[in-house]
């Protein structure tokens, strides 16, 4: 095959590049052939514009793999580009079988045999699945996260994908965007470490692993700050915040060595995020030094015609490539139009050189050079697809992704026997939903439901009532979900059981696929007659256990006020019912802190801890109106960002400020953290800090540390937290990082709004 003979290739062009025609000597020659950058130059200088260019086209998978080629139509010229190596990338090929029949187009039947790069959407595993990324992200277990995405690019790279679009970095301030259920939540601090961790997990210390996949942050930039919360809207920000919210996770994505970006659909200050020079070459490439490349969302490069941006596709492509987009994912316009572009001079060959670098780059790292097949081994796509090995870490995923919001009486945990226990609400029985968006390879039906997992974990009677759909019809991924707002015809058994039963553990809240891509809502509410429901079940039995599957944050008011616990289960993935039995019967103490805040009402929104605070933040008198708030909601959340319950407690104490180094901007802080409860418990043990004043206004408080202490009942330990200019300084409004003498208050405690504080200056 082709890819044998690239040493040769390499060896030659290497003696023909030595210097001033002098003899290399054998070390350095074996230097240069070993080095990436080198092999990347040589097989650049054996290709044609039109295969440079081929290697920035990206396309979906276009026909039936098993079946013959296609012979007319759009099918068929895309099958003539991959022959002739104007392809560089697929995606949504997946399946060994799959994948190694368009591998072998592009190695054994073109005339260079460069192999493709494979990308799927793996957001939260590939056919097992984890809890949907915000969850993960509620567990503060940075671990945890890390090896969720391990086994998540196992999973996927044994069935030949080997790039991941993931993990999604945006950080939102808005429930009613529906991808908020892919990111890390709201705050750049904790998004930052978990997208690292994430991208340390896919990509893990040897990207050239059979078992790894490159990773892809994303959406550059400003995606979740969509206005109104609907996705693809238009996003407007100050610099302060693109730099001090925004780009912080981007750049820790970049520091971390993650191989690839993709934009963002989105126009930021007037200027669509695929033909944004300032983004992508300005900051990513220049400023950051990002060495990998950069993809464009799906179809972006032409929807900038929509934007009013370009006037047709040949200017789409000419803006996009000149802006520093480097590879074309369905849209087409690269390799229809960038040929004639160079040729016209309106885009540098030099440019198209550099983007073709770059995405080579990745595949010798991937290893797609030494063996293009590498990745197509049957018998392992058996061994580890849905291995036990891949189901414990889902497992233990979803138990830690868990948030126990309220526990009045300590109702919970439920006794694992002697009781009549009555599950309620359809989303008790789903196999489907709780898989959550974003599980393209995953198929229906394979969750384990919360009816399933209770049974598994007791043995109480337990007894099932629907009461009522949440969604009309069998919702997928491409439609609008329809949701029930008008049936009620099954209350009245689910009334019946609730006066049967010891304890009811109502399970409500969102289909799976009512979060995620193209899914923004105006109500934050229980979808359809949940609520309903549970109005009509409380008059009977007030002895409810509140289980929550969904994507994003709720206002759940009423619930707050009237059912004595409510447990936060999102959509944890294949193992969800028994991570939520194992919360609900003790097995595993939950320690699950929101990522997000969750409002009072949806018009609070956007709403989120680390605001600022105005020149009228508090009320100046009784009764006097000119002050910052709302006539008919108070201006706190129902459950802050950080917040979450344990079955035990804990004592915050001796907070002290040990060291301030003024002179290297480095402060050390101690307090004492205790389990005063009487069993085992986790505590996310949060600092955060308010720079009093500024040059630039600063938030009432940013986290800038967190610790995940395990602690036995009456157990102290004194937890040491340092911090250096990274925690301490900003963004100033020249976007210069500036870390300023003053003074500083310093919170410590379980969410956002601890009141242990302490001051230093520096």
């Known amino acids: 095959m082709k890819y044998y003979n690239y040493i040769l290739v390499l060896v030659l062009g290497i003696m023909l590049c030595s210097c001033n025609g002098s003899k290399v000597s054998n070390d350095l020659l074996l230097t240069k052939i070993n080095s990436v950058d080198a092999k990347v130059d040589s097989l650049l200088a054996l290709m ?55 591998q072998k187009i592009a190695v054994e039947e073109t005339r260079l045999g460069i192999p493709l790069i494979i990308g799927f959407d793996v957001i939260h595993g590939y056919k097992t699945l984890s809890p949907i990324p915000l969850a993960e992200s509620a567990s503060w277990d940075l671990e945890a996260i890390k090896k969720s995405a391990e086994m998540a690019a196992k999973e996927a790279a044994a069935a030949g994908i080997n790039w991941t679009f993931a993990p999604m970095v945006d950080i939102s301030r808005d429930a009613r965007w529906g991808r908020v259920m892919e990111g890390a939540g709201e705050d ?46 238009t996003v407007d920000v100050g610099m302060s915040t693109l730099n001090n919210i925004i780009f912080p996770p981007f750049k820790a994505a970049s520091n971390a060595g993650v191989k690839t970006f993709m934009n963002a659909f989105n126009e930021l200050n007037g200027i669509p995020a695929t033909g944004n020079k300032f983004l992508q070459r300005d900051i990513l490439k220049k400023k950051w030094d990002f060495d990998g490349f950069v993809v464009s969302d799906w179809g972006s490069i032409t929807e900038m015609i929509a934007h009013g941006f370009a006037k047709n596709g040949k200017q789409a492509a000419e803006i996009a490539v000149n802006a520093g987009s480097d590879m074309d994912m369905e849209s087409y316009l690269y390799v229809e139009e960038l040929a004639q572009l160079v040729n016209e001079g309106k885009v540098d060959v030099a440019l198209i050189n550099d983007a073709t670098k770059r995405i080579l780059k990745v595949k010798f790292e991937l290893g797609l050079f030494d063996d293009p097949y590498k990745y197509l081994d049957e018998n392992r796509e058996l061994q580890v697809t849905g291995s036990k090995e891949i189901h414990e870490a889902a497992l233990d995923m979803a138990k830690k992704s868990i948030v126990l919001l309220k526990n009045e009486n300590k109702i919970l945990p439920l006794k694992k026997e002697g009781l009549h226990i009555g599950v309620i609400g359809a989303l008790g029985a789903d196999k489907t939903s709780p898989l959550g968006s974003w599980r393209i390879a995953a198929e229906d039906s394979t969750a384990v439901s919360v009816l399933e997992g209770l049974k598994n974990h007791s043995t109480n009677k337990i007894s099932y009532a629907k009461g009522a759909d949440v969604s009309v019809g069998k919702p997928n991924f491409i439609t609008e979900v329809k949701i029930n707002t008008t049936d009620i015809s099954g209350f009245s058994e689910a009334i019946t059981l609730a006066k049967q039963t010891d304890v009811i553990v109502m399970v409500l809240g969102e289909h799976g696929f009512q979060s995620g891509e193209g899914r923004s809502r105006v109500d934050l509410d229980l979808p359809g007659v949940q609520q309903e429901l549970l109005e009509a079940v409380y008059a009977v039995n007030k002895n409810i256990v509140l289980v929550l599957n969904n994507g ?18 999102w959509h944890l993935g294949t193992q969800s ?24 009402h949806v018009g609070q929104v956007p709403i989120y801890y680390n605001y600022k605070n105005t020149g009228r933040p508090t009320l100046p008198a009784p009764d006097v109106v000119f002050w910052s708030h709302y006539q008919d909601v108070e201006n706190t959340p129902l459950y802050p960002f950080g917040y979450g319950l344990s079955y035990t407690t804990f004592k915050y104490s001796n907070l002290k400020v040990m060291n301030v ?31 009093l004043y500024a040059s630039v206004t600063r938030p009432v408080r940013e986290l800038k540390a967190f610790q995940l202490v395990e602690l036995q009942p009456n157990e102290t330990k004194r937890l040491v937290f340092k911090l250096a200019a990274e925690e301490l300084g900003f963004y100033n409004d020249l976007s210069e990082f500036v870390v300023e003498k003053g003074d500083f208050k310093v919170y410590i405690g379980g969410n956002s709004q601890a009141t242990l504080a302490t001051e230093f200056s520096l």
């Open 577 to 600: 019912g028994n991570a939520i039995a194992q919360v609900l019967f003790g097995d595993y103490n939950p320690s699950g802190k929101l990522p997000m805040t969750f409002p009072r």
């Open 661 to 691: 180094d003024a002179q290297n901007n480095a402060v050390t802080i101690e307090v004492n953290l205790t389990n005063t409860g009487d069993v085992k418990g986790k505590e996310v043990a949060q600092l955060y800090i308010q720079d």
């Open 48 to 102: 044609t514009l039109e295969e440079k260019i081929g290697q920035m086209n990206q396309y979906n998978g276009f026909w039936d793999l098993t079946g013959p080629a296609p012979k007319d139509g759009a099918a068929a010229k895309k099958y003539e580009h991959l022959r002739k190596g104007y392809v560089g990338s697929m995606l949504n090929v997946r399946g060994v079988k799959e994948v190694r029949s368009v």
């Open 188 to 233: 750049p601090f904790l998004g930052s470490k978990i997208g690292v961790a994430r991208i340390q997990g896919f990509q893990g210390d040897n990207l050239s692993s059979e078992f790894t996949v490159a990773a892809c942050a994303k959406h550059f930039a400003g995606y979740g700050f969509a206005e109104a919360g609907r996705d693809y809207n």
């Open 552 to 569: 994003r944050p709720l206002a759940i008011n009423w619930a707050n006020q009237n059912i004595p616990a409510i447990v936060e289960a």
